[in-house]
């Protein structure tokens, strides 16, 4: 099983709708980010988290929320999609300052 | 605000030749610096970390060097296989930066048989 489960994998949706994607991991690690990855661009930070108690504001927040549900459970949502919003996020995982990130496999979203 | 560049062509060499992909950034110099492989479909997957202090670093058939008067990082895979075919990612922590990373595009290898 991987360490970093995103779903869905892939989802199309209609401007306006709202929409929760998840993450959960199974390696223990109290930090959590999303990311958001667009052709030509690096990937950009949206939310990130240090434990269940603390939320920070990312590069690019506007538009997005995002909740922590438990140490392994990190959700990001979108309250009213709009078309620039798509792209392929990523939610990732570390543990400690100076550590490697460990990314899930993304979700593809299309907002039409 | 930091800005990474990474060549935005792709690299194509023959199999067993050295790769060389570059990361070059902007203003202040990162506590350390990562490199990522991302195959299409897949997340990025971690492959080495250097530290300001440290001038290279390797792990078998991979070699990352740091010079921060340059301000460029060097990733060099010898000995090259079709298998290494991905995009490379660069990605640079600046001091106090808590692990929040700051990613370049990426490089794309395609390695030739």
């Known amino acids: 099983d991987a360490d970093v489960t995103q779903t869905p994998r892939n989802r199309i949706t209609k401007t306006g709708k709202r929409i929760m994607l998840e993450c959960s991991q199974t390696?223990?690690?109290?930090?959590m980010y999303w990311y958001r990855q667009d052709p030509g661009l690096g990937l950009r930070l949206i939310y990130y988290s240090f434990d269940v108690k603390d939320i920070n504001k990312g590069e690019i927040s506007d538009g997005y929320s995002v909740s922590r549900q438990a140490q392994a459970k990190f959700s990001l949502s979108l309250e009213s999609a709009i078309p620039n919003q798509t792209a392929l996020y990523f939610c990732a995982t570390s543990d400690l300052n100076n550590q490697p990130q460990h990314f899930g496999d993304g979700t593809r979203l299309s907002i039409l | 605000s930091q800005k990474i560049e990474q060549n935005s062509e792709a690299l194509n060499i023959q199999e067993g030749k050295t790769a060389t992909l570059t990361c070059n950034y902007t203003n202040y110099s990162p506590a350390y610096l990562q490199w990522y492989r991302q195959d299409p479909g897949r997340g990025p997957v971690f492959l080495l970390l250097i530290r300001e202090n440290e001038k290279e670093k390797r792990k078998e058939r991979l070699k990352v060097t740091f010079d921060t008067t340059l301000k460029q990082s060097l990733f060099h895979i010898t000995a090259s296989q079709p298998a290494d075919s991905a995009t490379y990612l660069c990605a640079l922590v600046p001091p106090g930066g808590y692990n929040k990373l700051i990613f370049g595009a990426g490089t794309r290898l395609a390695v030739h048989p």
């Open positions: 390696k223990g690690h109290d930090r």
